[in-house]
Structure formats: structure tokens, C-alpha cells
């Protein structure tokens, strides 16, 4: 079955960095999309950063130019490498897919990146 894994997080001062990882099994990685989203505490889930297979990136523009998303096909793997990290970054992190003809959505457990200031 689908399984992703999200790992990294953590609790860093503002203006730190994290990376976080996200390895994936039970799918074709290499042709799949991949996207990191997060939540924080009373908010509605937000799209941060997504690649395609070809490697094409896009950002939400609240994280422009601080995170970087990639991916190693080889490892079955995505990262997101936060810098200047700020408080209001603070949230749970989420790895996303989509499957097949249907575009099912599958989601990792979630990351807690916390940002003190």
C-alpha cells in the first residue's frame, strides 16, 4: 500500500533552517507529483511547495525564496529545505501524493516544525 513518511521537524529559533523528508513506498515515484503542505494550530490546511516529475517547483508565495522542494528518485524521496525560518511558519508539515485516473489524495502522519521567536 501507499506510505509516506515524513520526518525532520522540529524546534528552531527564528531565522534557523530544517529540511524535512518525506520517503515514499508502494508507488511509482518517479512519475508521481509530490507536494508539502502544513497546518497550523486552528488554521485550514495550506499548500507550501509541489514538483512534478520533471522537477518543476512552485512555492506559495509566503515561502518564497526561504524553501527550496526536491526530490531523489532514487532514494523514493522528497525534501523541503526551510531557511529564515519564522514564527509563523510554525506547523505540522504534511507530505502529499496523488494517485491514478481518480487523483486520490494519500498523506503522511505529519512533521511538527515549531519557530520560536
Known amino acids: 500500500q501507499v506510505q509516506l513518511v515524513e520526518s525532520g521537524g522540529g524546534l528552531v529559533q527564528a531565522g534557523g533552517s530544517l529540511r524535512l523528508s518525506c520517503a515514499a513506498s508502494?508507488?511509482?515515484?518517479?512519475?508521481?507529483?509530490m507536494a508539502w503542505y502544513r497546518q497550523a494550530q486552528g488554521k485550514q490546511r495550506e499548500l507550501v511547495a509541489t514538483i512534478s516529475s520533471l522537477s518543476n517547483t512552485n512555492y506559495a508565495d509566503s515561502v518564497k525564496g526561504r524553501f527550496t522542494i526536491s526530490r531523489d528518485n532514487a532514494k523514493n524521496t522528497v525534501y523541503l529545505q526551510m531557511n529564515s525560518l519564522k514564527p509563523e511558519d510554525t506547523a505540522v508539515y504534511y507530505c502529499?501524493?496523488?494517485?491514478?485516473?481518480?487523483?486520490?489524495?494519500?498523506w503522511g502522519q505529519g512533521t511538527q516544525v515549531t519557530v520560536s521567536s
Open positions: 502529499n501524493t496523488m494517485i491514478g485516473r481518480a487523483q486520490r489524495p494519500y
Open positions: 508502494g508507488i511509482i515515484f518517479s512519475i508521481n507529483a
